[in-house]
């Protein structure tokens, strides 16, 4: 990612360019790809502002929450610069995604410090499944062109961040909330249905 958070990037086809030689199909999967994931990223930002919301002056969860909150917010700043680069229409349902993703962060937070934790394991599962399916999809895309292995790149790096989140939230007693099997349920499959919703809108 960081080829895209240079103060002055190098002027590169790797960061500047589009494929040209993709197949309608797989132009299709691109746009449908980016769309969710900037909405992803923006919601993730917006959880992690409802929970901050209500524990980030709690001394053992608040500083955990703003880690990984700062790290969502480079994951949206290279997400955005994708999307321009790639000349992808962002999804129609942007404000849903930051009032859901407020709402989310801020109940589960309301709920106590295991449960804001258990948010994170259900979401960032979701997440790191997602970004797995994607490198799929791309491992058919042209593999001399500089984008797509540098999107590849990016969505590798990004996966592997929000695993971390997923293991942080773990080990921060995740799965000692009240609930924890419902919660995780419920939150993962509303993850799901706006991932295929944002392919679409």
């Known amino acids: 990612s960081s080829a895209y958070l240079r103060s002055t990037p190098d002027f590169h086809s790797a960061t500047t360019l589009t494929p040209n030689e993709l197949s309608l199909e797989q132009r299709h999967t691109l746009d449908a790809a980016l769309r969710v994931d900037q909405?992803?990223?923006?919601?993730?930002?917006?959880?992690?502002?409802?929970?901050?919301?209500?524990?980030?002056r709690d001394k053992a969860a608040g500083p955990l929450i703003q880690e990984m909150w700062n790290q969502e917010k480079v994951h949206l700043a290279v997400m955005n610069k994708l999307h321009l680069q790639h000349r992808i229409r962002?999804?129609?349902?942007?404000?849903?995604?930051?009032?859901?993703?407020?709402?989310?962060?801020?109940?589960?937070?309301?709920?106590?410090?295991e449960a804001a934790m258990a948010c994170t394991e259900a979401v960032e599962t979701v997440i790191g499944?997602?970004?797995?399916?994607?490198?799929?999809?791309?491992?058919?895309?042209?593999?001399?062109?500089?984008?797509?292995?540098?999107?590849?790149?990016?969505?590798?790096?990004?996966?592997?961040?929000?695993?971390?989140?997923?293991?942080?939230?773990?080990?921060?007693?995740?799965?000692?909330?009240?609930?924890?099997?419902?919660?995780?349920?419920?939150?993962?499959?509303g993850c799901r249905v706006a991932i295929e919703l944002c392919k679409r809108i």
């Open 90 to 113: 962002p999804t129609l349902l942007l404000e849903a995604a930051k009032v859901a993703g407020f709402g989310l962060g801020a109940v589960t937070a309301l709920m106590g410090k």
């Open 129 to 189: 499944e997602h970004y797995d399916d994607q490198l799929r999809d791309l491992a058919s895309f042209p593999t001399h062109d500089p984008s797509i292995q540098l999107l590849k790149d990016v969505i590798r790096e990004l996966r592997d961040d929000e695993l971390e989140h997923l293991d942080t939230a773990v080990v921060n007693n995740a799965q000692r909330a009240p609930g924890h099997a419902l919660l995780s349920t419920v939150v993962g499959a």
């Open 39 to 56: 909405a992803g990223e923006i919601a993730a930002n917006y959880i992690y502002a409802g929970q901050m919301a209500v524990l980030g």
